[in-house]
């Protein structure tokens, strides 16, 4: 296996459980780095790291692997301390701001915004680190991050001598205002608008917004060809053929809902409220348009307690595990024409955590894409075609290597002016 380091926690598959366990002293020191200053690396901190990874994996790392995350500790460190040496700083202005990025994460797919005893509790499952030290952890990510691309980036870039064509720049620059034509009622703007919009969300005189466009420019090209390069249209057909499943439109149906959760202990109200409001809209599309319409606005909180409406996709392969049977039979019936319940309301149905009641607007069946398909609307990307999408993944998994790279490049720079010292006997506990 070859040597790879990491710069903070990655996840990295697991091999064979270790043997010749050791008694643990968390106190011990694994490691010394010096590059402009000493520092330890206890066995306490290398234990958490390879705790966290060994809970993503769901088994015990090896020897080896033990020594990878070492390896991105010491990594980490060094570039910590070429950060100190260069008077790069994080402020807990900037630490405050990630963390609210990370709670209005949590608030979106819990439906409000956490606590900050919720959040602590959250951190904790997620990482096994109080608050405190998963602040220090995020402060010295953010520290890396700032150190490459405020000073080693930019460096190795000018070394390589990267240029950016004026058709390169300019195709940038027609993007962006292809982008604002949306909130111009189609039409693409001129000259003077997007160098007012450029000044508004910028602070930045167009010209200036240019150089460091066509900097940013010169560094995407850098990574990117350190990851591979370009994906072609070969690699972009090689990638649907090997892999059609992965790019196949499973069957779904699009539609309105209105429904009513329920828990073991108010099961029973909410049956009751779901029953009354059935019998309201018995089988008319406008009854329940106007039911659906005061739900989801909130016109009439007193009568719809517990009501919640939306519009959602149901992708057939996963809706029978997640919603139910009854919902299942209902979204994709076995058996009936094609059409079978569309713009129609459906009966009450009971899921395994709330009642509901759909009207389907549009069903579409399971199919094979080509590259020149749309991709299935359901992922919410617009008119997409496959090969697009597909190209996109590519060059985002291609800038992913990339930057894996450089943080590599600068991990053995540090390293051939550091002084490192291990100590194996206390990697395994």
């Known amino acids: 296996m070859k040597n790879k380091r990491f710069l903070i926690f990655s996840i990295f598959c697991m091999a064979a459980p270790i043997a010749g366990f050791a008694q643990y002293n968390g106190k011990a020191v694994v490691a010394t780095i010096q590059y402009n200053t000493t520092e330890p690396v206890t066995a306490e901190q290398l234990r958490l790291q390879v705790e966290i990874l060994e809970k993503q994996a769901s088994r015990v790392a090896t020897s080896q692997e033990r020594q990878q995350v070492l390896d991105g500790i010491i990594d980490q460190k060094l570039v910590v301390q070429a950060s100190v040496k260069e008077k790069v700083t994080i402020s807990e202005t900037e630490i405050n701001q990630q963390m609210q990025v990370i709670k209005q994460q949590m608030a979106q797919s819990a439906g409000r915004m956490p606590t900050d005893a919720e959040f602590a509790e959250a951190i904790k499952q997620q990482t096994g680190m109080d608050m405190s030290v998963y602040r220090e952890q995020m402060r010295q990510q953010m520290l890396i991050n700032k150190y490459i691309t405020q000073r080693y980036l930019p460096q190795v870039v000018s070394k390589a001598n990267v240029t950016v064509s004026d058709s390169e720049l300019n195709k940038q620059i027609q993007d962006m205002k292809n982008q604002m034509t949306a909130s111009l009622g189609g039409r693409q703007p001129t000259d003077a608008e997007f160098s007012a919009a450029v000044k508004r969300q910028t602070g930045l005189e167009l010209a200036v ?15 990117l060809k350190l990851g591979g390069g370009e994906p072609t249209d070969d690699d972009i057909s090689t990638e649907l053929r090997a892999h059609p499943a992965l790019y196949r439109q499973d069957g779904y149906v699009q539609g309105n809902y209105i429904r009513i959760p329920f828990t073991a202990a108010t099961k029973t109200r909410s049956k009751d409220s779901a029953d009354k409001l059935i019998r309201q809209i018995g089988s008319s599309g406008e009854e329940f348009l106007f039911h659906f319409t005061q739900i989801k606005n909130n016109s009439d909180p007193q009568n719809y307690q517990n009501c919640f409406a939306g519009a959602d996709y149901f992708v057939q392969s996963i809706t029978l595990q997640r919603m139910g049977k009854e919902f ?21 149905i009971e899921t395994p955590q709330e009642y509901i009641i759909l009207y389907i607007l549009k069903r579409e069946k399971g199919k094979d894409l080509g590259l020149n398909d749309i991709v299935p609307e359901y992922l919410g990307m617009g008119s997409i075609t496959v090969k697009d999408y597909i190209a996109s993944a590519l060059l985002q998994e291609r800038m992913n290597a990339g930057t894996a790279e450089l943080s590599k490049n600068l991990g053995n720079e540090l390293r051939k002016a550091a002084v490192i010292k291990t100590f194996p006997q206390y990697i395994n506990w």
């Open 209 to 223: 917004f240019k150089t460091q466009l066509r900097t940013q420019i010169a560094q995407q090209k850098y990574i």
């Open 328 to 348: 299942f039979d209902v979204a994709f019936p076995s058996t009936g024409p094609d059409n079978q319940g569309i713009r129609k309301v459906s009966k009450l």
